[in-house]
């Protein structure tokens, strides 16, 4: 815990992304610092209870016990910046107006500080009270990938936003950031976990032709679950960002919509966290968002950790770079102190403050008050 602490902590420079990295599969628990320090003075209890307290193996572990806490104690410190960086970024992609009517809510919650017990009974807190999961609905031919879930509240409401959320590559519609799901829904969305088949050298493009799909099957059922069709949110994590982004960026491509090329896949806005947004193959067409981002791109809202060791920060930092350039639309970017990729596996004080981002920003874009910002400028 102690080495893992203070790798955390200490800043990695790799060469480059990559798909896994074994600093990663105990990094990514340091994303719930305060809950990580609690099962440290548990295990350390437990060694005092086993070995006694004249045991030289135990003195070297709490040596180790408090290097591991000092980490800690840094790494809760930084993820207090998470709310003022969120603010930041959407003054920086929406403008200060942003605050106006709904958004003056939002802007509390960004800064609102939790309670003890609230923080330590978030990891185990996904669900919602009030929202009911309509499982394994099929939307696509592909046995097992090409399920669905649909969350939402049991109230009679129209009008609802909507948002589809793909799950990273090592993951499924019922793994990461079903805080998210739960959190929406409660709040009057319809929200979609997707599962997705994986990309073969025979169907590259078999993953985004699904995510197409998803956006179909909505647009055709979302009115009998009182979906608003203009406010349609595709959102990923990992490499569900990448097929979320690439997905906003190509409204109509007939080449990834066959069989139902006159159906209209475009969306309100994208939402990617700890994104990837590279090529996923070498040597065939462009398969990056970036090579698909023009000046109609949708509003986006990306958010990454500045810790994360598998999709360097810097990678992001030049897909939002690239698209600001590109795009007429906002683009909100949140660098997230202290936070390692998958920070959405489980509920967090991060993770929540995170989602009151979110739904700041899908509030402006539904509002209309947002501009473009060729014409802000």
């Not at 799901?181 to 699904?210: F, K, M, Q, T």
């Amino acid at each position: 815990m102690a080495a893992v602490g203070m790798s955390a902590v200490l800043p990695r420079r790799p060469r480059r992304s990559a798909p896994f990295r074994v600093s990663y599969v105990f990094g990514v628990w340091l994303n719930w610092p305060l809950v990580s320090f609690l099962w440290l003075v548990a295990w350390t209890a437990l060694a005092i209870d086993q070995t006694g307290i004249d045991s030289q193996w135990l003195w070297i572990g709490l040596g180790l016990a408090v290097a591991a806490s000092a980490a800690l104690a840094i790494l809760r410190q930084l993820a207090q910046g998470t709310g003022p960086a969120l603010e930041r970024a959407l003054d920086e992609g929406l403008g200060a107006d942003w605050r106006d009517g709904v958004g003056a809510e939002f802007a509390a919650r960004l800064r609102r500080r939790p309670s003890l017990v609230r923080i330590l009974w978030a990891p185990v807190s996904a669900r919602h009270r009030g929202v009911e999961r309509m499982a394994n609905i099929r939307y696509g031919p592909a046995r097992r990938a090409n399920l669905l879930d649909v969350y939402r509240d049991r109230s009679d409401r129209s009008g609802r936003p909507v948002l589809i959320h793909l799950h990273p590559l090592l993951g499924s519609k019922r793994l990461g950031a079903r805080y998210l799901l739960h959190r929406l829904a409660g709040n009057g969305w319809i929200c979609v976990g997707a599962n997705y088949r994986r990309a073969s050298d025979e169907e590259l493009s078999g993953p985004l032709i699904d995510v197409k799909k998803v956006i179909a099957w909505v647009r055709e059922h979302g009115p009998e679950l009182g979906a608003d069709p203009t406010a349609i949110f595709v959102a990923g994590s990992s490499l569900g960002g990448h097929l979320a982004s690439r997905a906003a960026f190509t409204p109509g491509d007939a080449a990834l919509q066959p069989g139902f090329e006159s159906v209209d896949t475009s969306v309100a806005g994208a939402i990617t966290l700890y994104g990837y947004y590279g090529d996923v193959a070498r040597g065939l067409p462009a398969t990056s968002p970036l090579a698909y981002a023009t000046s109609e791109a949708p509003a986006c809202f990306v958010a990454h950790g500045d810790r994360d060791s598998l999709v360097l920060v810097e990678d992001a930092r030049g897909f939002v770079e690239h698209l600001r350039a590109a795009s007429s639309r906002p683009v909100v970017y949140a660098e997230l102190p202290g936070a390692q990729h998958g920070f959405d596996l489980f509920r967090s004080r991060r993770f929540d403050t995170v989602v009151d981002a979110i739904e700041a920003f899908a509030a402006h874009i539904r509002s209309g008050t947002s501009r473009s910002r060729s014409a802000s400028r």
